[in-house]
T-cell receptor, first 112, second 113 residues
Framework: QKEVEQNSGPLSVPEGAIASLNCTYSDRGSQSFFWYRQYSGKSPELIMSIYSNGDKEDGRFTAQLNKASQYVSLLIRDSQPSDSATYLCAVSEIQGAQKLVFGQGTRLTINP | KAGVTQTPRYLIKTRGQQVTLSCSPISGHRSVSWYQQTPGQGLQFLFEYFSETQRNKGNFPGRFSGRQFSNSRSEMNVSTLELGDSALYLC????????????FGPGTRLTVL
């Protein structure tokens, strides 16, 4: 079982709709969760971090964390074509080496 | 505050050669992690350095090595290059723990012919 799992997509969403990206993780002790956006040929850039159960909003982005169910999600409201990218979920690993573990990423396409 | 910088941005090498990539972290950041990213693959963790010591290591052959200097700048070296080493090599820095927020540099695109 992979430590951090994401649906690889591609996920296609019409412009103006809500894009929903999901991520599950295996380390129950994980405390820190991150979403990164990566445009083709570029490096990942941090969108949001979340540490507590519940929702965290930043502009059009909302991160949701449910530690009991071991999943974290990212909602993008009013999706724009510029949101088309690969979204990487990263989770802090507590057991063993303490480092960030990245999912494979979900490729999101916003259709005008 | 300046971001993470990586040099060079692009490299073309031939099989059997070796290569050294450089990474300068954000000022005040002491942890530097290296990743390899190939088309269709996620981020593959190479290793992490903190206070000039390798703290974590991924599942890569010994041809991949690295080091960190007292000013937290880091280098990674790949010896005896293979075609499969062609990838985007990313460096990320964080304040102390690599499980903290990581900030990525622009990457070095390595092509092995």
């Amino acid at each position: 079982q992979k430590e951090v799992e994401q649906n690889s997509g591609p996920l296609s969403v019409p412009e103006g709709a809500i894009a929903s990206l999901n991520c599950t993780y295996s380390d129950r002790g994980s405390q820190s969760f991150f979403w990164y956006r990566q445009y083709s040929g570029k490096s990942p850039e941090l969108i949001m971090s979340i540490y507590s159960n519940g929702d965290k909003e930043d502009g059009r982005f909302t991160a949701q964390l449910n530690k009991a169910s071991q999943y974290v999600s990212l909602l993008i409201r009013d999706s724009q074509p510029s949101d088309s990218a690969t979204y990487l979920c990263a989770v802090s690993e507590i057991q063993g080496a303490q480092k960030l573990v990245f999912g494979q990423g979900t490729r999101l396409t916003i259709n005008p | 505050k300046a971001g993470v910088t990586q040099t060079p941005r692009y490299l073309i090498k031939t099989r059997g050669q070796q290569v050294t990539l450089s990474c300068s972290p954000i000022s005040g950041h002491r942890s530097v992690s290296w990743y390899q990213q190939t088309p269709g693959q996620g981020l593959q963790f190479l290793f992490e350095y903190f206070s000039e010591t390798q703290r974590n290591k991924g599942n890569f052959p010994g041809r991949f090595s690295g080091r960190q200097f007292s000013n937290s700048r880091s280098e990674m070296n790949v010896s005896t290059l293979e075609l499969g080493d062609s990838a985007l090599y990313l460096c990320a820095s964080s304040k102390v723990a690599s499980s903290d927020t990581q900030y990525f540099g622009p990457g070095t695109r390595l092509t092995v012919l």
